[in-house]
Every structure is written in structure tokens, then in C-alpha cells.
């Protein structure tokens, strides 16, 4: 049996009641619109979201879909999501309980980094039917040129992090499970740092030492970034969405 991290469970139990506004990305309609562009869903496909959080990705496939299921390991966010989901399950990716070739599309958004990525990935595959479509939605680093930097600030706000990617990192992890016909597409959120930061879930000290480098960063952060320090400190962040297909045999 899989055994979860209990300091991630912890880390959102803390922060569950303000996720929703804990950043511009969390509930944006555009975002999520794009999401469901790329996956391309049909109302007869059954959709897994995997990490489904509060069911703010779900949200936008509701409707679109036959069924929609959700698989997360923390209550206090999916016991939120009932309005999206038609059903919840409680579950690590790692060792999902469905039968292989199973649904039609999957999602998951901001989830493998907190897992045994290479291992969620391996079962996402498994689960999905054969041209079946998969989308990894991950914040990333830009590049060389950002990516010390910026992972530091990503550890900062969440220490339970594991993982931490460019787009490239993403794809190799659908490549390593299989997965065919793989595109790289991005999405730019920009978001208030200050806003950002405030998730509940983080003492004061973490997030000072994230301002810090923010107002220290290198110039090739700034530029990637757009990175702009007045009163507010707003950061151009990149979301990899990373889509790829089950073989069909
Ligand atoms: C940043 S939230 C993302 C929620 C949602 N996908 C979204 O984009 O709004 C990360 C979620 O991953 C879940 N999670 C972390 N590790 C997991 C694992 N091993 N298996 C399933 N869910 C996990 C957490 O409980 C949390 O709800």
C-alpha cells in the first residue's frame, strides 16, 4: 500500500479554508478554459481529475463530461469539490484504485509535485483508455536563467514540495510512462506576490524571505519574469501544459 506524505496532507488541511483565493490562478476562467480547449473533452468521455483539490479545474469540464471523478488525499480540500465532482475519491495518485483504460481524459493541476511524480504519472497512463488525452498544469521555471531562484521561492511557500520543474522535466515524465503525441503548450498567470504568499500555510518569516528575493533577484529573473518590486510585488508566472496521448494499440 502507498503510503502519503503526512506533511503534505498537513500543509493543505492548513491552508484548505482560503485556497480558493490563495492565488489568481487557483479560480481563473481562462486558465481553465484552456485546460478544457486542449484536452478536447466529448459528453460521453469520463474525466479524472487527479488532485482534484476543491474542484476548481473539474469546475470547468462540468457539463461537458458523462462523469467526472476526483481523487485527492486531503479532506478539508475535497470535501469542497462536491459541487464539480460527480464522484470523490480519496486516494494517492501513486496507486490509484481504478481498473486500467478506464477514462477517456485526466488533468491534474499542481499536483505531482507534491508526489512520487514518476510513479502518478506511470498510473495516469495505466488508467487511461488508449487515445485517451492526459494534461500535466504545472507552474515551471522559465530556464537556466530562473530557475535557482525561482525554485527557491516555490520550496519557500510550500515547504511539503518535492518536485520542482521546467516544462521539459514534465514532458520526460509523460515520455518515461508512454505517453505519445506530447505538446508543450504555456500559460502566463501574473500574480501579486504579497496575495500569493498569504496562503495560510506559511509563517511570516518564509514570506519575507520570499520578498527578499524578489527584490534582490538576478536580471535575468526580472526579465523572464516580469518581474516588477514597488509597494506590490507582481511576478509573471509560468504554467507548462503538458498534454499527451495513450497509444492506441
Ligand atoms: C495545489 S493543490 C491543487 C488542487 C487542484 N488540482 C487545483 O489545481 O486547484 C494540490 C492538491 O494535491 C493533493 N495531493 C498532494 N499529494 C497527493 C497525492 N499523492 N495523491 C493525491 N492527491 C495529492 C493535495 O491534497 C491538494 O489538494
Known sequence: MYRTDPAVVEHFRARAARYNRSSSWADDPVLGARIVE?????PQHRL?????????????????????V????????????????????????????????SFDRIVCRQGIQFM???????????????????????????????RAEYFEILR???????????????VALLEAAGAVNIEVHDYVSVENVDEWSNTGAIDESAREEIRQIYRHASSGFVDLHAASVGD??????????????KARQ
Open 38 to 42: 486542449l484536452l478536447a473533452p466529448e
Open 48 to 68: 479524472l481529475d487527479v488532485a482534484c483539490g476543491t474542484g476548481l479545474v473539474s469546475k470547468h469540464f462540468r457539463g461537458r463530461v458523462a462523469q467526472i
Open 70 to 101: 476526483g481523487v485527492d488525499i486531503t479532506d478539508g480540500m475535497f470535501s469542497q469539490a462536491g459541487a464539480f465532482i460527480d464522484e470523490l475519491v480519496a486516494a494517492p495518485a501513486e496507486a490509484l484504485p481504478f481498473e486500467g483504460s
Open 116 to 146: 512520487d511524480d514518476e510513479a502518478a504519472v506511470r498510473e495516469m497512463l495505466r488508467v487511461l483508455k488508449p487515445g485517451g488525452r492526459v494534461a500535466l498544469v504545472n507552474l515551471c521555471a522559465y530556464g537556466d536563467e530562473d
Open 156 to 170: 519557500l511557500r510550500n515547504a511539503a514540495r518535492r518536485n520542482f520543474y521546467v516544462r521539459e522535466d514534465l
Open 232 to 245: 506590490q510585488i507582481v511576478d509573471h508566472m509560468l504554467f507548462g501544459i503538458i498534454v499527451g496521448e
